[in-house]
């Protein structure tokens, strides 16, 4: 059973992966990579999603052994990875929507690349788990973490598979609308992982000089 601080965490991860992976902007490049064999959308979408979840799980489980061998504090990723994910979120809001360059475009099988990586397990997603690790010093919190990835990973599925009609429906204005709102989200995220390193760092400083 989770506390709530756990819980908190729990939330937390799922919506920080959420708004960086952000499937609904997917969606359109998803439809368009895959124009040229509508039939086998069900496994591209199936093999982008494998490709995408196996980057985040060797990121999160590596995470630790990374933090160790270079020897980085978890406030200095926090406050690292949070200034470039709320500058690529800003970014976000004003371009309104993802791209592929035209070489990714142009692969014969785009689910590993660039559905995959990087539209799916980009690098906003991988330094989000990143900074997560860095804040799942305990098992229900790395738990908690794996659920996150986990279920985003199937939420992204989901939405890939409905893609054609999700993009038929919204159009190009809601497309923008979505975008923007989870570029949003992202950069209230990003700006709160700074706080929150610089926070644990002046508390340091704090304790320090009163020693």
């Not at 990723?77 to 142009?106: C, L, T, Y």
């Not at 010093?137 to 996150?148: E, I, N, T």
């Not at 890939?160 to 999700?166: N, Q």
């Amino acid at each position: 059973m989770f506390t709530r601080a756990e819980a908190q965490f729990a939330l937390l991860a799922f919506s920080s992966l959420f708004s960086v992976i952000n499937p609904i902007s997917a969606a359109p490049i998803f439809v368009t990579l895959t124009s040229g064999a509508a039939g086998g959308r069900r496994a591209a979408a199936l093999r982008a999603c494998l490709a995408a979840a196996a980057v985040l799980a060797l990121f999160a489980a590596a995470g630790g052994a990374i933090f160790t061998f270079f020897g980085i504090t978890v406030p200095a990723f926090q406050i690292a990875g949070g200034v470039p994910f709320a500058i690529m979120s800003v970014r976000s809001m004003q371009n309104g929507e993802k791209h592929v360059s035209g070489d990714e475009a142009e692969s014969a099988d785009p689910s590993i690349v660039p559905l995959g990586i990087p539209v799916i397990a980009g690098p906003g997603a991988i330094s989000t788990v990143m900074v997560l690790v860095g804040q799942a010093q305990d098992s229900p919190r790395r738990v908690a973490l794996a659920g996150a990835i986990a279920v985003n990973i199937v939420l992204t599925l989901l939405i890939l598979l409905a893609a054609p009609a999700i993009v038929a429906r919204i159009g190009t204005t809601g497309q923008r609308i979505v975008s923007k709102i989870m570029g949003l989200i992202t950069a209230v995220i990003g700006i709160q992982f700074v706080l929150n390193g610089l926070t644990t760092v002046m508390v340091e400083i704090l304790k320090a000089a009163r020693s």
